[in-house]
């Protein structure tokens, strides 16, 4: 009976024995999974915060040689593969560079650089009526302004085409001399406005909602003809 209880005692504690060495690999098998997994979460945010660095800075410098070059009375000008036009000049502070597009693109893209070539600011908008956003770098390449100021605007400029092509009149959004479209949003709403010419003496406006793209308000005031 005794020597029954050791054999049974010896058993157990061999079992005890493999079952401590089991939960000592499981606990080491955790343990390097979660080093694993948070070496993994450190790279992973070490990598976004590069990308965001990248973001935030500009190493985009004006071709100054190129410029003296080809300038005459400190402007230039030549196209793109596409037909797109650039234009670059210079003034007493700074240099510029001028994209404008073919149809069917209709945003102008304006860059201003600091005298010492790198990138001051960049502008885009519908020529002649509205901002469509603009971004902003110090005089390191450091990032310090960026404004949409599509986001109000969830009736967008493309939705607003179609809207206009679908008026009776004969609306030519690139008549500069008869034709605005402006835009505004504050606390009274978020509105556009096209104005355009269809008879004399006089031009049309239609304002429409800029979330919405209800047309609000149909409307004209005199205007002299040139």
Same mark, same amino acid.
């Given at each position: 009976?005794?020597?029954?209880?050791?054999?049974?005692?010896?058993?157990?504690?061999?079992?005890?024995?493999?079952?401590?060495?089991? /939960?000592?690999?499981?606990?080491?098998?955790?343990?390097?999974?979660?080093?694993?997994?948070?070496?993994?979460?450190?790279?992973?945010?070490?990598?976004?915060?590069?990308?965001?660095?990248?973001?935030?800075?500009?190493?985009?410098?004006?071709?100054?040689?190129?410029?003296?070059?080809?300038?005459?009375?400190?402007?230039?000008?030549?196209?793109?593969?596409?037909?797109? =036009?650039?234009? =670059?000049?210079?003034?007493?502070?700074?240099?510029?560079?001028?994209?404008?597009?073919?149809?069917?693109? /209709?945003?102008?893209?304006?860059?201003?650089?600091?005298?010492?070539?790198?990138?001051?600011?960049?502008?885009?908008?519908?020529?002649?009526?509205?901002?469509?956003?603009?971004?902003?770098?110090?005089?390191?390449?450091?990032?310090?302004?960026?404004?949409?100021?599509?986001?109000?605007?969830?009736?967008?400029?493309?939705? /607003?085409?179609?809207?206009?092509?679908?008026?009776?009149?004969?609306?030519?959004?690139?008549?500069?001399?008869?034709?605005?479209?402006?835009?505004?949003?504050?606390?009274?709403?978020?509105?556009?406005?096209?104005?355009?010419?269809?008879?004399?003496?006089?031009?049309?406006?239609?304002?429409?909602?800029?979330?919405?793209?209800?047309? =609000?308000?149909?409307?004209?005031?005199?205007?002299?003809?040139?």
């Amino acid at each position: 009976m005794a020597l029954a209880m050791e054999n049974y005692l010896a058993k157990l504690n061999e079992g005890s024995i493999a079952m401590k060495k089991c /939960l000592i690999i499981v606990l080491i098998f955790i343990f390097c999974s979660c080093k694993g997994q948070q070496k993994k979460e450190i790279t992973s945010t070490e990598s976004e915060n590069q990308i965001k660095k990248q973001e935030e800075m500009t190493t985009e410098k004006f071709d100054i040689g190129t410029f003296e070059k080809n300038s005459i009375d400190n402007t230039c000008s030549f196209k793109l593969e596409d037909g797109s =036009l650039v234009t =670059l000049e210079l003034d007493e502070d700074f240099y510029y560079k001028t994209l404008i597009p073919i149809l069917p693109k /209709l945003f102008t893209e304006e860059k201003r650089y600091y005298k010492s070539g790198l990138l001051e600011s960049i502008l885009v908008k519908f020529p002649n009526n509205f901002i469509i956003s603009l971004v902003e770098y110090d005089k390191e390449g450091k990032l310090i302004n960026k404004i949409n100021y599509d986001s109000p605007f969830k009736f967008n400029f493309e939705q /607003l085409i179609r809207l206009i092509e679908n008026e009776n009149d004969d609306i030519d959004i690139f008549d500069k001399k008869n034709t605005t479209i402006g835009r505004k949003s504050d606390e009274s709403g978020t509105f556009w406005f096209i104005t355009y010419y269809k008879v004399p003496m006089r031009r049309e406006v239609i304002k429409v909602d800029g979330v919405t793209g209800e047309i =609000l308000e149909r409307s004209f005031y005199p205007h002299e003809e040139n």
